[in-house]
C-alpha cells in the first residue's frame, strides 16, 4: 500500500492499521463487511479468537463438576 488511507479512525484508542488486509480498497472491504471500520473488525476477530482459545481451556461442553442450586436460576431472586 502506498501510504495510510486515513490518519485517524476517529475512535479514542483505536489506531489505524496500515496492513488491514490483502485488498487494496480497504473502503471497498469495509462497505462489503458492514461491520464498521477495518480496524474494528481487527479488534473484533482478535478478541473472538482469544475467546475461542479460553474456551478449549474452559471445556464448557462437559458436565458440571458439581450441581448447581436449585433456584439458581429462578427470577426474581
Known amino acids: ?10 475512535l479514542v484508542g483505536l489506531a489505524v492499521c496500515d496492513t488491514p488486509h490483502e485488498e487494496p480498497n480497504v473502503k471497498k472491504l469495509e462497505e462489503q463487511l458492514q461491520s ?18 479460553k474456551m478449549v481451556q474452559w471445556k464448557p461442553w462437559e458436565p458440571l463438576v458439581d450441581e448447581p442450586p436449585t433456584n439458581q436460576w429462578k427470577w426474581p431472586i
Open 1 to 10: 500500500m502506498a501510504g495510510l488511507l486515513k490518519k485517524t479512525t476517529g
Open 36 to 53: 464498521g471500520q477495518i480496524e474494528e473488525v481487527i479488534v473484533q476477530a482478535e478478541n473472538e479468537l482469544s475467546l475461542a482459545r
